[in-house]
């Protein structure tokens, strides 16, 4: 068997193969310092670096954005619950507003109707709020009606609500301060029945939004306070009321507008800490009437029809008219485009 060496130096003779020897070692220098990078920089060093890694975007993350307050409340339905605030009691506008078959009193004008006509909602807007709904009405029905709680479910992504006036009573606290029999208590002797009724929505507040978050996990769930109903000026309620009543009953206002408020933030913050969907937020409309409290020449607010028999303010005493719905609603907007003021997902 012939070498390869020596069938080199057949074909090329002495000089061709000494030539291609060389070739072959200059081969075998110069290839893994052009073909191997780290050959080279090992050889003549300096003028060489690691690259930096490719940086690839991660699929998921690049696919993702952050989703607006807007979105998170309109890809499923609206739905409106609370009490008479919430049904529009003292909006009526027409002869449907007014029938005395209709057990909630739901209005043409309430602030559902702007807010429902302000989005787009991906799978509708229902309203269910009913007149004189307590915490406990929500989750149980009232006057026949079907508990509102009820109403709401997975796909829900929007709740409005007012609720909690009904549960320390403010329509006989109105009747006692405007009503001054020699038996009556007057207005501020209230104080002590009206510190205990909170005391009791301190608990059933917190544990009616546990519910609804609860049974709609998705859902931005948006719950206003009490506007004001007093200016605290002399002559202008037209409603046997003092001035210092006047304040007395702006301060209960004020207060619960605390206890609902403190309900809220507390709720939002279970949310969030379990990174939860959804968000528990609060629309405080205590000054939303300012300058257009009762008896004032725009008045926001209904002043008092009595009934004496029953030594009760009548459902559309101190409650919104048509322009106060509208400013509720301009809240309620405001509110859904703004968001809690944390990321959502």
Aim: proline fraction near 5%; charged fraction near 20%; hydrophobic fraction near 40%.
């Amino acid at each position: 068997m012939i070498s390869p060496v020596a069938w080199v130096r057949g074909r090329l003779g002495e000089r061709g193969a000494a030539l291609a020897l060389l070739a072959l070692l200059l081969a075998l220098a110069v290839v893994p310092l052009v073909a191997m990078p780290a050959a080279r920089c090992e050889v003549f060093g300096g003028g060489c670096r690691t690259p930096d890694p490719e940086q690839r975007a991660d699929p998921v993350v690049a696919g993702t954005r952050t989703i607006t307050p807007v979105e998170v409340a309109t890809r499923g339905a609206y739905v409106a619950l609370g009490d008479s605030y919430s049904a529009g009691v003292g909006a009526e506008a027409t002869v449907g507003d007014q029938n005395p078959l209709d057990r909630c009193h739901r209005t043409s004008k309430a602030y559902f109707h702007e807010v429902s006509r302000a989005f787009r909602f991906a799978k509708g807007s229902a309203f269910w709020a009913c007149s004189g709904a307590t915490t406990e009405d929500v989750l149980d029905g009232r006057g026949g009606e079907p508990p509102q709680i009820g109403r709401i479910g997975r796909d829900t992504s929007l709740i409005t609500i007012s609720i909690g006036g009904n549960d320390v009573g403010f329509s006989r606290v109105l009747a006692g301060c405007v009503v001054k029999l020699p038996w009556g208590r007057g207005c501020s002797a209230q104080g002590e029945e009206i510190a205990r009724r909170m005391a009791e929505l301190r608990q059933s507040l917190p544990a009616l939004l546990t519910e609804i978050t609860a049974r709609a996990p998705y859902a931005r769930v948006v719950v206003m306070s009490y506007p004001k109903a007093f200016s605290e000026v002399s002559g202008v309620d037209g409603d046997n009321i003092t001035v210092p009543d006047q304040r007395w009953l702006n301060a209960r206002a004020y207060e619960l507008g605390g206890v609902i408020r403190q309900s809220v933030v507390e709720a939002d913050a279970r949310k969030a800490a379990g990174h939860r969907h959804g968000s528990v937020e609060f629309v405080d409309a205590y000054s939303a009437f300012a300058g257009h409290e009762v008896g004032s020449r725009d008045a926001y607010m209904n002043g008092l029809t009595l009934n004496l028999a029953a030594l009760e303010a009548e459902p559309r005493s101190y409650h919104p008219t048509v322009a106060g719905q509208q400013a509720l609603a301009r809240l309620f907007v405001d509110q859904i485009k703004k968001g809690p003021g944390r990321a959502l997902s």
